[in-house]
């Protein structure tokens, strides 16, 4: 009995019952919300919130209040490079993907050093570089026209690519099973761990920290860098804070997905699920006809309602 | 102990770090009255009267809302809904104002419904967080959302003008000084007296070490609760101050301020962990987040440059508020 309990106590098990429940609630709430077509589509928009949760996830956990808050600024900018990078030829998106993971790489790299030299909480440090982040997309857009996506790059995105499944899709597949190996099979993962349960006891047992966690905010920027890119592929163009969405619904993806904002505890199977949850939801409130600000309640209101699902806090004991 | 070389300058550290733990906003004014004094050197007219005034009255509602942040923060939590609040108070206020004509008698009224309002977000965030214990960060992102679709229901679209007897009141003088400064008087009184009372000190006993506050007998969830609903007061009258700089209804003009209120709090210096947190730096911070983005202007910053400018500005000031912070608690 409580082994079946604790089965379905699982993130990543309460997570596929509820898209399974969701699912089920849009197919009768307007037929054809679960056919092929729409799921699929469902999945190109749940994948690129998915690859910014990928990083978002690692750097939560590593722990020490660790959270990205820049990630939706990367994305953006991101789009704005690839767009201009590019600039609708094919021949443009190996440069153009090169670009956009050394900007990710790059804020990343300068996030990281905030909070290990100087030491700044990452909550403000990601902040501040989100200001930084949004006044740059000013420039940028000041100077330049926003550039258009390769029809190699929107093919990848939109069209079948092989199963009748788009290449989107499949990377973020290969992205969830390289995610799985290395924070199960290697021992940088594991130290990811390490790092985020005890910091202290990492660091007397040789684990590097300080690079460590540089290198967690590395690759959160890299995400974005990779998503904002697939996101100018899946819109066409870049337009003003196309990533802004990402912030807090990154977040809210690895939450839904087990992994406590605390650190040290999760994965991104999980996080994956958290992210078609979110997504299907959002599916399920365009096509319903409501308002936008009746929509805006029951998303709020619902989200609040999953998160009961999800690990809440201990209650205090003397 | 061999030199008494050393020995002056650790009393004098010592000393700093005695007048920190006192007055730990002191960085804080630091910053600002430098800010100030760039403000001046670029353009002389900035350090007027008038527009000093100016300026307080635009940035009064992001201190408002930086000091209600500092309550949350004093115990440890986050309130990402701190600008729907705003907003959503914003917004029926002056719907309330309109549809009860105007008067002097009807724009008490709905003050009066908007600090209600206020103090209902607060504490529906307050159960959410405290009794529910869902983290605080995704929580009130979450109520953040169904207050925006509150604010959204209320008005949906932006412009309802408020009542004019409101804004002018605001914006004008009464008894030959600008109104704003008995909002900053009436502020300051406020603050006095809550930190006489025992909830701040529990607050920042909470933040500090929950579990020793609850081992000491300090009713934890209902302390967190209140912080919330100090929090929700705060953004209501810091949606009054909104309302009156603006004149007019916004049922989205709070969502960019919530991480500006953050951002002050930590520029004044608190601990955004919690059990280490100051009103007046968070004011402070408010308000030198507020010179920031005029000396960006007023520095001749070409216009497509300025954001960049201000976030670099603000991301510089916020390291110089974190390091000089720890410095005190160290």
């Known amino acids: 009995m409580s082994a079946i309990t604790s089965f379905f106590k699982q993130p990543l098990i309460v997570a596929l019952i509820l898209i399974v429940a969701l699912l089920y609630l849009g197919q009768s709430l307007s037929p054809g919300f679960a056919s092929a077509d729409q799921i699929l589509r469902l999945l190109i928009v749940a994948s690129l919130l998915g690859i910014v949760a990928a990083g978002q996830n690692v750097v939560i956990l590593g722990g020490r209040e660790g959270i990205d808050l820049s990630v939706g600024g990367v994305v953006s900018l991101s789009a704005i490079i690839a767009g201009n990078v590019m600039n609708g030829a094919d021949g443009g998106i190996l440069p153009a993907v090169l670009a956009c993971l050394t900007a990710g790489a790059f804020f990343g790299l300068l996030n990281g050093l905030g909070v290990t030299l100087l030491r700044i909480p990452p909550l403000v440090m990601t902040l501040g570089m989100l200001g930084v982040l949004q006044g740059l997309l000013v420039v940028i857009r000041q100077g330049i026209p926003s550039g258009r996506a390769a029809p190699g790059l929107s093919a990848f995105v939109t069209q079948p690519f092989a199963f009748g499944i788009p290449g989107i899709i499949w990377l973020w597949i290969a992205i969830g099973l390289f995610m799985a190996l290395m924070l199960n099979r290697t021992v940088f993962g594991h130290r990811i761990y390490a790092i985020g349960s005890n910091e202290h006891a990492a660091y007397m047992a040789g684990v590097p920290v300080r690079l460590m966690r540089i290198g967690l905010f590395m690759i959160s920027g890299m995400f974005a860098a990779i998503a904002g890119l697939c996101l100018l592929g899946y819109s066409g163009s870049s337009f003003a804070n196309v990533g802004e969405q990402y912030m807090l619904s990154s977040i809210i993806a690895v939450v839904f997905g087990g992994t406590s904002l605390a650190g040290g505890k999760g994965g991104y199977t999980g996080t994956m699920a958290g992210a078609l949850l979110l997504v299907i939801l959002q599916g399920i409130l365009t096509t319903v006809n409501i308002d936008e600000s009746g929509r805006q309640m029951v998303f709020g209101a619902t989200l609040l309602l999953l998160m009961l699902f999800y690990g809440r806090g201990r209650a205090m004991r003397a | ?330």
Do not use: H
């Open chain 2, 1 to 330: 102990m061999t030199s008494t070389a050393t020995d002056t300058r650790s009393s004098g550290a010592a000393g700093l770090r005695s007048w920190l733990e006192r007055y730990p906003f002191l960085p804080a004014l630091v910053i600002l009255i430098a800010l100030l004094a760039l403000n001046g050197l670029f353009s002389p007219n900035s350090l007027s009267f008038r527009s000093l005034t100016g300026l307080l009255s635009t940035y009064m509602a992001l201190v408002m809302l930086a000091i209600a942040q500092t309550y949350v923060v004093s115990a440890g939590d986050i309130d990402l809904s701190a600008g729907a609040t705003l907003s959503l108070v914003n917004v029926a206020i002056v719907v309330l104002m309109e549809r009860w004509g105007g008067g002097a008698g009807a724009v008490l009224l709905a003050l009066a419904l908007g600090v209600l309002i206020g103090l209902a977000c607060g504490l529906i965030n307050g159960i959410v967080v405290a009794a529910l214990r869902l983290q605080a960060i995704v929580a009130t992102f979450a109520t953040s959302i169904f207050f925006t679709g509150l604010a959204l229901y209320v008005m949906p679209v932006a412009g309802t003008p408020a009542p004019a007897l409101f804004w002018r009141t605001y914006g004008g003088r009464l008894f030959g000084l600008p109104f704003v400064f008995y909002v900053l008087a009436a502020l300051a009184v406020l603050l006095y007296l809550l930190s006489r009372t025992r909830i701040v000190t529990e607050l920042l006993a909470v933040g500090d070490d929950q579990q020793a506050a609850y081992q000491t007998g300090v009713p934890v969830v209902a302390v967190r609760i209140k912080g919330y609903l100090l929090c929700g007061l705060f953004s209501a009258l810091s949606a009054f101050c909104l309302t009156g700089d603006t004149a007019s209804g916004d049922p989205l003009v709070g969502g960019k301020m919530t991480l500006y209120s953050v951002a002050a709090v930590v520029l004044g210096g608190s601990a955004l962990a919690g059990g280490w947190t100051t009103v007046v730096g968070s004011l402070l911070g408010a308000l030198t987040i507020g010179l920031v983005n005029s000396l960006v202007f007023f520095m001749g910053t070409p216009s497509e440059w300025q954001n960049f400018v201000q976030g670099l500005a603000i991301l510089l000031v916020l390291m110089a508020g974190v390091l000089a912070g720890r410095r005190a608690r160290a």
